[in-house]
């Protein structure tokens, strides 16, 4: 005896659809399943890809930042050689003008402005003429004022302090210019 046998007729027919049925849903779920490891797998290579990229991504950023970083620092160490230098010629020039004062205040120095030989006597200007007790060979030189000379002498400090500063400003500007 067969197990159709077993069964009464109504159910003998609906046995073949359901088994149809059956069999075909089974075999869509094994499509299914098929179809889900290829995609699985394709968005496991997508994914490596993905993350591949973003590492090589972030090393070149890494690189960069490296760079910008020496860069910067290099650029740190040129100015600040460029300040010391600066700030070196300044004290010097300051230390220059200092013992020009002290020699012009001390009597030991005197200034003096060399006098035109070809203006004629009389209209109020230096004779020409030299005395007759002096040593002095060359041209005709007038005596300054300590008062005078001390004033002079700060104006060419002032002069001197604008100068290196100039050339600070020239130099910085360069630096950051021409990196």
Not at 34 to 39: I, L
Not at 120 to 129: E, F, I, L, R
Not at 160 to 166: E, F, Q, Y
Request: with cysteine; charged share 20%; aromatic share 4%.
């Amino acid at each position: 005896m067969r197990f159709s046998d077993l069964m009464p007729a109504p159910y003998r027919l609906m046995v073949k659809p359901v088994l149809l049925i059956a069999l075909a849903g089974t075999s869509a779920a094994i499509s299914w399943q098929v179809q889900d490891w290829r995609y699985g797998s394709r968005l496991s290579e997508q994914s490596r890809l993905h993350t591949e990229t973003l590492n090589q991504l972030n090393l070149a950023s890494a690189a960069q930042q490296r760079a910008e970083q020496d860069k910067r620092l290099a650029l740190e160490q040129r100015l600040a050689s460029s300040e010391q230098t600066h700030y070196r010629a300044l004290s010097d020039a300051q230390r220059n003008q200092g013992r020009l004062r002290d020699r012009l205040a001390t009597a030991d120095l005197r200034l003096s402005v060399l006098l035109d030989a070809t203006t004629g006597a009389g209209n109020g200007s230096v004779s020409v003429t030299t005395a007759t007790g002096g040593v002095v060979h060359g041209p005709t030189r007038a005596e300054l004022d300590p008062a005078h000379a001390q004033r002079i002498v700060s104006i060419t400090d002032d002069g001197d302090r604008g100068l290196i500063a100039l050339a600070a400003c020239q130099g910085y500007v360069k630096a950051i210019t021409f990196q």
